[in-house]
């Protein structure tokens, strides 16, 4: 394949969003199991042929030279350049940065370990938030003496919404101290305007903890000008990563707000490292990610990627909002939307049963999401190797089923 620039233009990344035959290339780098129409990929990405080849090379190696290689090489060296490689990638410094397992295991840490909400304050979370986010934000209120704040986002949300609940929010909750806040909710696709909220959070005394799950590799953004304080993402994912992959972001001068993870003393205060639960890592996992972000590289990165995605996307959508008895959950303004995307059956009160059918009449497999203020969902997720015609064979799937 063909390696392109990332800083192309936006008339460029839209013309490759739509060039099949660039896609069929690169879809010809993946290995791909026969059997039902993936639309799923929102669960974790797939590793290219290349990815896979060494990550098998590298666990055999491992196996084999066991702690004389970790020891005395990765440990000292290779993971320290893994690291600044991520680093630069992302226009932040390596101090900055820990690698983890995956996003929740990075928002936990975080969550977990702040330092700076007292008996009386409130954390603020939101309907879109993941479960598990919910549940360690509780935990910490609970921890700490603070109260709770939960908001349900207005349906259909506008980017004027979006911002509105913040701020009613806020000035209805003076003692909120720290929020979580996701960047592509994993309900519905919706992409919240991140940026545009720190700064008001920030407005508000407000610390915010990010959820940047869906958001590597599918959109592009500079972390820096984000201005989140604190984030977790995944590497396994839209970054085609093995699985057991993520890491931790801290904005250089708060790292003092998040402790010692457990009271670790392995490394100085100073160190990120020492704020990520210690244990051995998936080295092998490890050691592919050169490759990993050489081939995202290649591909023209996060710009590229996310409008392909968010071009299959369109192709479903725009003829789905015409089919009576299916609503599109997710909005249509460019800036709220990826390539992951909701609906519902109207017709229908099951969504569950109707995901089903998608998989039992049509072979295509969606996944049924809850817990969103609009309603039980079904969610659709292209990946790299979907083809346009797969799109149509949704559309047609859900004329059928509507």
Not at 62 to 79: G, I, L, M
Not at 217 to 229: C, I, K, M, T, Y
Not at 259 to 275: E, N
């Amino acid at each position: 394949m063909t390696s392109i620039p990332m800083s192309t233009t936006a008339e460029q990344t839209d013309q490759r969003a739509r060039d099949e035959a660039f896609w069929k290339d690169v879809a010809q780098r993946y290995d791909v199991e026969p059997g039902a129409l993936n639309l799923e990929y929102g669960y974790f990405g797939r590793m290219t042929r290349e990815v896979l080849r060494q990550y098998e090379q590298n666990l055999a190696y491992v196996n084999r030279s066991n702690a004389v290689y970790v020891r005395q090489r990765f440990d000292t060296h290779d993971s320290e350049v893994i690291r600044a490689d991520l680093a630069q990638l992302l226009g932040v410094g390596a101090h900055e940065i820990a690698l983890t397992r995956c996003a929740t295991e990075s928002l936990q840490t975080l969550i977990r370990n702040y330092n700076e909400l007292q008996p009386g304050e409130q954390v603020l979370i939101s309907d879109l938030d993941y479960n598990s986010v919910q549940t360690a934000m509780r935990w910490l209120a609970r921890r700490c003496g603070a109260g709770i704040v939960e908001i349900t986002h207005r349906h259909p949300a506008t980017y004027e919404s979006l911002l509105q609940s913040y701020r009613e929010a806020f000035v209805a909750n003076p003692g909120i101290k720290l929020m979580a806040l996701t960047h592509v909710t994993h309900r519905t696709g919706l992409v919240m305007p991140v940026q545009d909220l720190t700064d008001l959070a920030r407005s508000h005394g407000v610390d915010v903890i990010l959820d940047g799950a869906h958001a590597l590799g599918q959109l592009d953004f500079e972390l820096e000008a984000l201005n989140v304080p604190f984030a977790g993402f995944n590497l396994q994912k839209w970054m085609g990563a093995p699985l057991s992959l993520g890491f931790v972001y801290v904005r250089q001068g708060r790292l003092a707000a998040i402790d010692p993870d457990m009271g670790d003393t392995r490394y100085a205060d100073d160190d990120i490292l020492g704020r990520v639960p210690y244990g051995t890592p998936n080295i092998p996992a490890l050691m592919t990610l050169p490759t990993v972000f050489a081939e995202h590289r290649a591909i023209g990165g996060s710009a590229v990627k996310g409008a392909r995605l968010a071009y299959l996307r369109d192709l479903w959508v725009k003829e789905a909002r015409g089919i009576e008895g299916i609503e599109v959950l997710t909005p249509d303004d460019p800036r709220l939307y990826c390539g992951i995307t909701s609906f519902r059956f109207t017709r229908h009160e099951d969504q569950q049963v109707m995901a089903q059918r998608l998989l039992d009449e049509h072979g295509i497999l969606a996944v049924t999401r809850y817990g969103a203020g609009c309603g039980p969902c079904i969610r659709i997720t292209p990946g790299f190797t979907t083809r346009a015609e797969d799109m149509a064979r949704l559309v047609a799937a859900l004329r059928a089923l509507a």
